[in-house]
């Protein structure tokens, strides 16, 4: 029952990027994808670059009509909405059948932009390629288009929120199969039902605090809602808290799990790296010292990405460089997710707890106490102990508490190098991200933004 002059209608203000008309500036919710239709018409090689079958070209505005008319050779009606025709492709301007291959329309609002949109589907030579890009340049009205326009536009006409942007550009990019999952299902709009469910609730609680403010006197509000306002309040706030205590997984799951192989010289640290890429990525030479600057892999181990980093050894030394190489070591071990700390077993004490001792004392000159939380032992060139104590010493590093897991391996056999990789990919750290059901939260991205003022 309130007059009518105290309310205000939401109004949208598109905060735009370079080159968007002026006409989208200010429109309301109604009138946003009625802006799109004002914009420029813009066409693009959707599919990968190079050599390939088939190759993908997609257009994208008001003016996508125009161009199927006048290359696909359509003098009549327009083809059945998302159906492909066969049809040969011309030149515009000289009528040269530049392909023969399939066309679809989709008219508006049901394409991925929600504008009238095309896809000719060609042949992937390039010659092809730059070809039918060339003609539909030539149509009037028609642009190349720039770095994710078409998935702007849809952000614009509501076919994609932020998030679901976000999991289409991870999808694109997406390398591994833990990759490809989250991916799928940020696009799929899960993490965006958890904001919006969020915003709900405030909105919700925002109103009864709105309503109590103004209606109070006249008793017409019931007993209790700013206690159930702050109930409500105080859940999302614990909510959100656990939500952002993920420990990182998303950007480790887009970026992978740097994992640093750190330990003396002449351990076996460059060789671990060889034998877990299966290729020569590090330089190995009995000449200790051999490795002083930072060697980085990228690796698909069990379907996660990981960086696998191979450091100087540590030791103390004269030579500039290589005091440099270990500095630079030391500081990737405290910025490291796991740590391989590689220890030569031909060094290790014969009595077996003094063995224990000794690797609770060279993990205290590798890394800080707090860092070795996320560490794994390797104990390398087992082929060089008697099997007997290799086998003692194995059952009293089980037995020994507060030191981390530690493997038996030879790089030089490859001998309980499978036994490893199993303990890598089990890791706590590394299994943790890979089967995480928390989806990664919101990157700031580079595109129109909607602002409601209220």
Known sequence: NKPTQNYIRPCYFLIPSRGTPLSRLLCNCDEVSAGLASADTIFALSSGHGRCGVAVVRVSGPASVTSLRSMAGLT??????????????????TR????????????????????DSVEFHIHGGPAVITAVLEALG??????????????RRAFQAGKLGLTEVEGLGDLIHAETE????????????????????????????????????????????????????????????????QHLKDKRKGERLRSGVQVVIAGATNAGKSSLLNSICQRPAAIVSPIAGTTRDVVETALDIGGFPVLLIDTAGLRDSLDVVEREGVRRARERVEQADLTLVVVDCSNLPIDTQQAAAFLQEHLKSVMSTQKQNNCLLVLNKTDLLPEEQRQNLDMELRQVSGLPPACLISCHSNEGLQDFLTALHGNPLVSTVIYCNRISSIKIMKCDTIFAIY
């Open 138 to 151: 030539s149509v009037p009205g028609m642009r190349p288009a720039e770095a994710g326009e078409f998935t």
């Open 76 to 93: 009549g009606s327009l083809p059945p909405p998302r159906k492909a025709l066969l049809r040969s492709i011309t030149d515009p301007l």
């Open 96 to 115: 040269e059948v530049l392909d023969r291959g399939l066309v679809l329309w989709f008219p508006a609002p049901h394409s991925f932009t929600g504008e």
């Open 178 to 241: 833990a990759q490809r999952r989250l991916a799928l299902r940020q696009m799929s709009g899960e993490l965006g039902h958890l904001y919006q469910d969020w915003s709900n609730k405030l909105k919700r609680c925002l109103a009864y605090v709105e309503a109590f403010i103004d209606f109070s006197e006249d008793e017409l509000i019931e007993d209790g809602v700013l206690n159930q306002v702050d109930r409500v309040v105080c859940n999302l706030q614990t909510e959100m808290e």
